[in-house]
Every structure is written in C-alpha cells, then in structure tokens.
C-alpha cells in the first residue's frame, strides 16, 4: 500500500489537491473518484507523462494480493486524459501468469484459504492477507471470464462471493469454509471492489435492507463482455 499511496499522494500533489493516505485502496479510490474532475482539468499533460511511467515501473510485477488494488487505482483514474495507465499491459495481460481459468483462481483460492489457517483469532495483517489474496482471486476470474465470454464463471465468482448461504458453488463452498467473522470483512470489502474495480454500486441491487439481488449484479458484469 506504500507504493499506491505515494504514487496517488503524486498524482493529487500535481493537480494542487489534499490527499489523505489509507491502508484500504477501495478508501483511496472513493478519493479518486470524488476529485476526478479536478484531476482532469489540473494535471498538465507533462505531469502526466512522467506519472504514467512511475505506474508502470510500480505495477510491473505484481502478486495475486496487489493485482486487483493497482488494477481499482488506475480504473478509477481512466477518466484523465493525461495518464496512460498499464492497465493492460501490467494487469489483465498478466494474470496468465497465475491462471488460465475461474476455476484455476478457485483453486489458487481454496489453497489459500488451506495454508494460511487464518481465524477470527488471527491478527489483523493476516486476515487482511487473505481477503486481499481473495479479491485478487475474483477480480481475476472475473476478468478471465469476461475475456472468455464465460458466464458461468461470472456467475460462480459474482453470486457465489455475494450470497454464499444462497448459491451452492465452488466459490461459495470456499467462502463458506471461512471463518464467519473475516467472511463479514471479506463480503464488505467485495462490495466496495465491485465499486472501485467495475463501477457497480451495490445499493442499485439491493431490494431490502439485508437482501441484494445477485443475479442481476452478475448480469451487470456480464455486461462488459
């Protein structure tokens, strides 16, 4: 997180803005998103320049566990002109390296989940550990997905990570097997992913308080294919 904050800390600096550093990159993305307009119109396009290759130093080699942060910080800063982000290059083209398929990332997952034994008891840098290891998991079987035209893992990552209790999957059995109390900080830090990585706000699905209409969330995504 070092990295990202200093590299947005940069980016906010540039364009004559405050920035407050945070340990949560879905924090430093609301950030963002709430002075994109300010970015835009304040970053000069030589800034920029030396920026955009300050991200791709920064994101060219990247573990499970970072890939889906850098992959929300430089979609949440698409909107400027001025940044060439390597979203691509740094990011989606690389998630070959770990894996081919969903059902790999669930694999890559349920291992995790295995090895580390990480429980309510756990400290705090380990269960942040494995919900960073998890979203990284998912954002890559999401993109994996879209790339494939594959709804079937959309539909295991997106509703079997949302409503494990409701969807009998592979993702849900593995999210399940959780601890219930790092479950609750996983399911919260999913939602807001799905923000900064896809732009989907959960309130538009939600048709309770404590009811949200997976499906069409999985549909939203399915979407981008």
Do not use: H
Not at 148 to 170: H, L, S
Not at 211 to 224: C, R, Y
């Amino acid at each position: 997180m070092k990295n990202i904050n200093k590299f947005v800390a940069e980016i906010f600096k540039s364009a004559g803005l405050s920035f407050i550093e945070s340990k949560d990159v879905n924090s430093i993305c609301s950030q963002i998103k709430e002075n994109i307009d300010d970015i835009v119109e304040k970053l000069e396009e030589s800034q920029g320049e030396k920026l955009s290759d300050t991200a791709n130093s920064l994101s060219s080699d990247l573990e499970v566990k970072d890939m889906w942060k850098y992959a929300a910080v430089f979609s949440s800063l698409e909107e400027s002109w001025q940044l060439d982000l390597p979203i691509n290059e740094n990011i989606r083209d690389k998630i070959s390296n770990y894996s081919e398929s969903w059902k790999d990332c669930a694999s890559l997952f349920l291992s995790k989940v295995k090895d580390s034994g990480v429980d309510a008891n756990s400290s705090q840098e380990d269960i942040s550990e494995i919900v960073d290891y998890a979203i990284g998991c998912l954002f890559m079987a999401v993109e994996i997905s879209i790339e494939n035209g594959d709804e079937a893992g959309v539909d295991a990552w997106i509703m079997g990570f949302g409503d494990p209790f409701q969807y009998d999957d592979p993702v849900g059995d593995i999210v399940m097997s959780i601890d219930s109390g790092i479950r609750e900080e996983l399911l919260d830090c999913y939602i807001e992913s799905l923000l900064s990585l896809y732009q989907i706000d959960i309130e538009e699905y939600r048709d309770s308080e404590e009811s949200i209409e997976w499906a069409n969330v999985s549909e939203a995504i399915k979407d981008m294919m």
